[in-house]
T-cell receptor
Framework: RKEVEQDPGPFNVPEGATVAFNCTYSNSASQSFFWYRQDCRKEPKLLMSVYSSGNEDGRFTAQLNRASQYISLLIRDSKLSDSATYLCVVNIGGQNFVFGPGTRLSVLP | DAGVTQSPTHLIKTRGQQVTLRCSPKSGHDTVSWYQQALGQGPQFIFQYYEEEERQRGNFPDRFSGHQFPNYSSELNVNALLLGDSALYLC?????????????FGAGTRLSVL
């Protein structure tokens, strides 16, 4: 089983739609969690950290369920500019960050 | 304030050759990590440098080696290149080696091995 798994995608949604991405991790000692966004042929950029209490940043909401070892990202009112690959990232200790394979999102006009 | 910079941006090599990739971390960051990202996959951790030493290493063969200089910049060396080494190589920096800090990525070096 891979350390971090994500919905395989791709997700093709119309503008204005709500879309949710799921991520599971296998290492119960994982310490911190992030969602990164990666545009085509660009570097990953931090979208948001994920906290146990859940957190929201504008149209983006992240949730963490430690018991189920599950992370989610919800995007409301999708924009064309949200089209990208979304990477689930888990820190398993020190500076050891494990990336999921990513889920590609295409928001269609 | 310059972010993480990497050079070169693109590189073409042939099998068996050796390559050196370079990275300058974000100002104030002293920890550098290297990742390999194959097409359609997430980045895979190669190793991390702090205080000029390799602190952590992922599941990569000894053909992959690195170095960190006193100014915190870093190099990734790959010997005896294989076709499968073709990938985007990403450098990430963070402020210290303690757990949980956010990493900032450079734009990467795209390596093609022919």
């Amino acid at each position: 089983r891979k350390e971090v798994e994500q919905d395989p995608g791709p997700f093709n949604v119309p503008e204005g739609a709500t879309v949710a991405f799921n991520c599971t991790y296998s290492n119960s000692a994982s310490q911190s969690f992030f969602w990164y966004r990666q545009d085509c042929r660009k570097e990953p950029k931090l979208l948001m950290s994920v906290y146990s209490s859940g957190n929201e940043d504008g149209r983006f909401t992240a949730q963490l369920n430690r018991a189920s070892q599950y992370i989610s990202l919800l995007i409301r009112d999708s924009k064309l500019s949200d089209s990208a690959t979304y990477l689930c990232v888990v820190n398993i200790g020190g500076q050891n960050f494990v990336f999921g394979p990513g889920t590609r999102l295409s928001v269609l006009p | 304030d310059a972010g993480v910079t990497q050079s070169p941006t693109h590189l073409i090599k042939t099998r068996g050759q050796q390559v050196t990739l370079r990275c300058s971390p974000k100002s104030g960051h002293d920890t550098v990590s290297w990742y390999q990202q194959a097409l359609g996959q997430g980045p895979q951790f190669i190793f991390q440098y702090y205080e000029e030493e390799e602190r952590q290493r992922g599941n990569f063969p000894d053909r992959f080696s690195g170095h960190q200089f006193p100014n915190y910049s870093s190099e990734l060396n790959v010997n005896a290149l294989l076709l499968g080494d073709s990938a985007l190589y990403l450098c990430a920096s963070s402020p210290d080696p303690a757990g949980g800090n956010i990493q900032y990525f450079g734009a990467g070096t795209r390596l093609s091995v022919l």
